[in-house]
């Protein structure tokens, strides 16, 4: 196998060419209220984050909308963190490199919105309440104080089709969870336990701390 690998920014550029301005730009420090606006109805953000030695995680993070992303002011916002599979692998990043990427998806929309900026882990504090979803305050809450914000056009979403449901057929080429589970991370388990475990009771359980 042969390939030409770019090396240097240099040859990057060359290559894509230079941003037009509007796009070089639009970073902004702070929310206006048409971002903040996106935050109340985003169900559905991406949290990226690098450890001391460069690894990378790129974690899913999602709620109802107006539970997942909690607005302090404009310089700051908090995300809520849920029982989940216990790994925590992009707060044990955080806890090395604070500098963490968010992605803010509204379903239906191809245009998405990004945050970077600087993180921390709270355990508790007063807006915690504002974050109550089923009768359970978060477990702990990432506070993240914004350094740059824009928005990021719909290209993305349009060439993957992903609002489009004549493309949608998740069990056509992948095998379902339950197959999955089985072969690569539950072998002792059978198909039809797995298959009841991802079932309806599954999303019954999703704010209950994991037994």
Known sequence: MTWTE?????????????????????????L??????????????VLATSAADGSCDASPKGDPAGRLV???????????????NRRADGYRNILENPHVGLIFVIPGRGDTLRINGRARLVSDADFFDALEVKGHRPQIALVVSIEAV????????????????????????????????????????TIDELDEYYGPSY?????????
Do not use: M, N
């Not at 080429?173 to 690569?184: D, K």
């Open 6 to 30: 770019i090396t240097d920014v240099a040859a990057l550029t060359d290559l894509l060419g230079e941003p037009v301005p509007r796009v070089r730009d639009k970073e902004r420090p702070t």
């Open 32 to 45: 206006t209220d048409l971002d903040v606006a996106w935050l109340s109805s985003a169900p559905f953000c």
């Open 70 to 84: 909690h607005v302090i002011d404009e310089h700051t916002i908090a995300i809520a963190e849920r029982p989940g």
């Open 150 to 189: 824009f928005h990021h056009c719909a290209k993305a979403f349009l060439r993957a089709q992903l609002w489009e449901p004549e493309t949608w057929d998740p069990e056509a080429v992948v095998a379902r969870r339950a197959v999955l589970a089985q072969r690569l991370e539950r072998p002792e388990a």
């Open 203 to 211: 999303a019954e359980k999703l704010y209950a701390p994991p037994a």
